[in-house]
């Protein structure tokens, strides 16, 4: 029973090294360093046929990896400038749509605001007094000689225009 | 040795993972080898295998940032070439349609040496031994490449092929028996 297990511990070790228990037990039974033997045998048979590649092969393989790794770079960088271009006016009309509608709130607000405080501020009562002190004197000062007033404002012609067609008297 | 070149190439990785090429350019020089041995091991066939290792080099170069170093480089690219020689194997060809690959043996042929009769010999020898290995079931072959010819754990081969620890040891201890039936058979004795 033991036998069956180490030489099942054999089979997984070869081509490898042994261990110090294992080289003890073979030193010991026959039979486990006959099985051993025999392994040892196989595996030198099998190394022969370990692959190698012939240098042209290396040489292909290695350029073909290069134009390989160069050709998908390539690829690489033209799908992601693909990408921006693409991405480029849709990243600006979202930032656009979001950006308008973010403002639109935000400047009503401010319009109202404005709004209020120029009725606040403008708004207020003035005393009587101050109205008819106020009346006066604009009366007196800018209408104290009416017909002076209008004629000065005419150019000659539309005076002569007036004189031709209307009586100026009658109107004042 | 083999710690020494795994660090090696652990520092050429970091550097690749940089975007630097030379140090993947030479991370494929030292690794090519074993992953063309995996893929030939798998499909049979070496032209299949070396475009096969062409495709998992560069999907490598391509996916080397999401390789976090929890197992090695290695083990990762070997995972890599399992699947795609698997897939490819699925898709289409099997390894006993193509029979014994003409081109290994058209290279050894031309190669020169002062013994031709014992070179023949050796010829004869790798066909039979490459034809009865492309006999095997796919997994065992696959366990049996990678701990017999690239010498790795079977923690590791268990993470390369997705399965049990248990099912690559025993993938392992068939194919080994059913070798020593086939050196019996071809009379190789001890």
Known sequence: ?172 | MAQESNDRIARLVEQAKRGDREAFSEIVKLVMNRVVALTYRITGNRETALDLAQDTLITAWERLEQFRGESSFLSWLMRIATNRSLNHLSRAVTVREQGVDPVTVEQISVSTSSNPEKELEGVELQQSVQSFMSKLPTQQRIAFELRFYQQFSFDEIAGVTGKALGTVKTNYRESIKKLRVWMKDKGHHS
């Open chain 1, 1 to 172: 029973m033991k036998c069956a297990l180490i030489q099942q511990e054999l089979i997984e070790l070869t081509g490898q090294e042994l261990s110090h228990s294992l080289s003890q037990h073979l030193s010991e039974c026959c039979e486990c360093s006959s099985f051993w033997t025999e392994l040892i045998t196989l595996s030198d048979l099998l190394v022969t046929e370990n692959f190698e590649l012939s240098e042209s092969e290396s040489e292909r393989l290695l350029q073909n990896i290069e134009d390989g790794i160069a050709l998908r770079t390539i690829k690489l960088v033209n799908r992601r400038s693909f990408k921006l271009t693409q991405l480029i006016p849709i990243a600006a009309s979202i930032l656009l749509l979001f950006g308008i509608n973010r403002m639109k709130p935000d400047q009503n607000r401010q319009i109202t605001q404005i709004a209020e405080t120029t009725i606040e501020s403008d708004y207020y009562e003035p005393e009587e007094t101050m109205v008819s002190e106020l009346l006066s004197e604009y009366t007196s000062y800018r209408f104290a000689e009416p017909s002076e007033t209008l004629l000065g404002d005419l150019t000659d012609d539309e005076l002569a225009y007036l004189n031709d067609n209307f009586d100026v008297g009658d109107i004042l």
